[in-house]
């Protein structure tokens, strides 16, 4: 018989990455990084206190994922969280990074206690979970990220996915578009205290919100 699946993003739910993202900036190049609402290119500066130019966004995150993903940490409660839906479900992670990262990022959940397979994926996510759930052919299936546009391209291709909003970076929280509050997530529950109970009823109980 088939178990129930847990698909979770990696960054801002399992492991913080703005804000070691935030001192490596700063300690390796003088930038200075500020979300306060803006998207990553007007968050930041140069030591001359000018915009860092577009160009230059996607290399920085490319050489952080390279060389400093020992920085990120995890965020409160997602280790033992994780571990205690892997009892009864299969967990997996669905992280937006470019193959060249899949073992990196595997070593480093491990090293922080998380054992999983790790899929990446570059663009939304909604084709890349269609594929595992083809894969495992799970008996429920939940679905967490951090970014909005992720769980509206799951909502269009597998509607019968529980879907949990959750980002675990109060920098970054309060700043970014709420998929629940758009009708693509079930739930928005930003810390794993209140999430674990929500997922673990999706995964064995009787609610079914599923739309």
């Known amino acids: 018989m088939s178990r129930p699946l847990v698909i979770s993003d990696c960054d801002e739910v399992l492991l913080h990455m703005v804000a070691p993202f935030r001192d490596w900036l700063a300690d390796a190049h003088g930038i200075t990084f500020s979300l306060t609402g803006q998207n990553f290119v007007q968050s930041m500066r140069d030591a001359g206190g000018q915009p860092v130019a577009a160009e230059q966004v996607w290399p920085l995150l490319t050489s952080f994922f390279t060389t400093e993903m020992a920085r990120q940490y ?52 909604g084709p890349a979970l269609k594929r595992i759930l083809d894969e495992y052919e799970p008996s429920r299936a939940v679905f967490i990220d951090d970014i909005a546009q992720h769980h509206g391209s799951v909502a269009e291709l597998a509607p019968h996915v529980h879907r949990l909003h959750l980002c675990g970076e109060p920098q970054l929280a309060p700043h970014i578009a709420c998929a629940h509050a758009a009708g693509h997530a079930h739930a928005r529950i930003d810390d794993w205290a209140g999430a674990l109970p929500w997922l673990l009823d999706r995964l064995h109980g009787d609610t079914d919100d599923r739309r």
């Open 74 to 125: 995890p965020i409160a409660g997602s280790v033992d969280s994780i571990n205690r839906l892997a009892r009864d479900a299969d967990v997996v992670v669905l992280t937006n990074l470019g193959d060249d990262h899949q073992a990196a990022r595997t070593r480093q959940l491990l090293d922080h206690g998380l054992n999983l397979r790790v899929f990446t994926n570059l663009g939304p996510k």
